[in-house]
C-alpha cells in the first residue's frame, strides 16, 4: 500500500489548507538519487505516524513554480506545513536515519501550539508567521545529471 500520496501542482495549494493535521511534504526530482533514498524511509515514516502526520511529495520537474514559490534550490527538500502554511523546513543537512525523530519533536510541538490555539480560539503566532518556524537539518548527498 502507498503511504505517501503525489500531489499534482494544481491541486498543491488547495490539498496543504485543507488538511487536518501536519502535512510533510517531499519535493524531489526524477533526476535526483537522494530524492530516490528518501521514498522507503518516507513511506515507511508515514505508515509509523498516520494519524499524526500526512506525507506527500510532488516532482518538481514537473512543476519548477513550487521550487520558486518555496525558494528550493536543492533537492531533495522536506517541508512541513500547517494548513498551508510553511512550519519547518528540512534542510539537507543530517542523516535521513534522524528523520523520524525530529518529526517527533516536531508534531509534539505543534499538538501543545495546537492545543492552546483550541482553548484560545486563535492561531498561535508560531503557526501563523508565514515564515517557517524552524529549520531542521536533513544531510544527502545532492547530485544533478550534469554534475552541478
Given at each position: 500500500m502507498k503511504n505517501v500520496i503525489e500531489i499534482p501542482g494544481a491541486q498543491f495549494g488547495r490539498q496543504l489548507q485543507s488538511a487536518r493535521q501536519p502535512v510533510l511534504v517531499?519535493?524531489?526530482?526524477?533526476?535526483?538519487?537522494?530524492?530516490?533514498?528518501?521514498?522507503?524511509?518516507?513511506?515507511?515514516?508515514?505508515?509509523e505516524l498516520a494519524g499524526e502526520l500526512n506525507i506527500r511529495q510532488t516532482n518538481l520537474d514537473n512543476h519548477p513554480e513550487l521550487a520558486r514559490r518555496y525558494d528550493l534550490t536543492k533537492v531533495p527538500a522536506l517541508i512541513l506545513f500547517d494548513r498551508g502554511t510553511p512550519i519547518a523546513v528540512f534542510d539537507g543537512s543530517s542523516s535521513p536515519r534522524e528523520l523520524k525523530p525530529q518529526l517527533q519533536g516536531l508534531l509534539a510541538d505543534y499538538a501543545l501550539l495546537h492545543a492552546r490555539r483550541n482553548r484560545r480560539g486563535a492561531r498561535p503566532a508560531a503557526l501563523s508567521n508565514r515564515q517557517p518556524a524552524a529549520t531542521v537539518s536533513l544531510q544527502t548527498k545532492r547530485t544533478h545529471p550534469k554534475g552541478n
Open positions: 517531499h519535493f524531489y526530482a526524477s533526476w535526483s538519487g537522494p530524492s530516490h533514498i528518501l521514498f522507503p524511509v518516507l513511506e515507511t515514516l508515514a505508515a
